[in-house]
């Protein structure tokens, strides 16, 4: 079994949907979550930190299901500057950090 | 300003040969990584490590070589025995704590071709 795994898409929305996934990870001592976003053949970039309390940025919603090991990621009101890859990364006690294989999110016009 | 450099950004190699990437960060962060991605898939890990003069093997750690002789650096070795090398290779670093701001940066990337 992967160590994190993410539903890959791709979802394909209009602007101002609601779109969310999620990811799955096998490590239950895992200590950090993430969600990464990453642009053609560029490098990834933090999107943000994933707590246990859930969190938000702007339009953008974390939560995090440690009893059943899995978080999620929803983007409210989609721009088409959202279009991209978002990686899943969970950090485990031993600093390891793995990443999902990206689920891809493209919005239109 | 601080940040994660990778170098070359393309690198072209002949079949057989060694080529190592560079990888430098001036964030003094303790942990760095590297990592193997391939056209349309997710981040493999090849090898990290936590702290100067220790490192450890990741998902796909053969026909690969590491060092982290200072903690700024951490370069990565491609042998001749890593069958299919041409990828984008992507190194991280982070500060070790285990508190949720402890996020990765990345560097740019260097994108290897065998010829």
């Known amino acids: 079994r992967k160590e994190v795994e993410q539903d890959p898409g791709p979802f394909n929305v209009p602007e101002g949907a609601t779109v969310a996934f999620n990811c799955t990870y096998s490590n239950s001592a895992s200590q950090s979550f993430f969600w990464y976003r990453q642009d053609c053949r560029k490098e990834p970039k933090l999107l943000m930190s994933?707590?246990?309390s859930g969190n938000e940025d702007g339009r953008f919603t974390a939560q995090l299901n440690r009893a059943s090991q899995y978080i999620s990621l929803l983007i409210r009101d989609s721009k088409l500057s959202d279009s991209a890859t978002y990686l899943c990364?969970?950090?485990?006690?031993?600093?390891?950090?793995?990443f999902g294989a990206g689920t891809t999110v493209t919005v239109r016009a | 300003d601080g940040g994660i450099t990778q170098s070359p950004k393309y690198l072209f190699r002949k079949e057989g040969q060694n080529v190592t990437l560079s990888c430098e960060q001036n964030?003094?962060?303790?942990?760095m990584y590297w990592y193997r991605q391939d056209p349309g898939q997710g981040l493999r890990l090849i090898y990290y490590s936590q702290i100067v003069n220790d490192f450890q093997k990741g998902d796909i750690a053969e026909g690969y070589s590491v060092s982290r002789e200072k903690k700024e650096s951490f370069p990565l070795t491609v042998t001749s025995a890593q069958k299919n090398p041409t990828a984008f290779y992507l190194c991280?670093?982070?500060?070790?704590?285990?508190?949720?701001?402890?996020?990765?940066?990345f560097g740019q990337g260097t994108r290897l071709t065998v010829v």
């Open positions: 994933v707590y246990s």
């Open positions: 991280a670093s982070s500060f070790r704590d285990r508190t949720p701001n402890t996020e990765a940066f």
């Open positions: 990364v969970v950090k485990g006690n031993d600093y390891k950090l793995s």
């Open positions: 964030l003094n962060h303790d942990a």
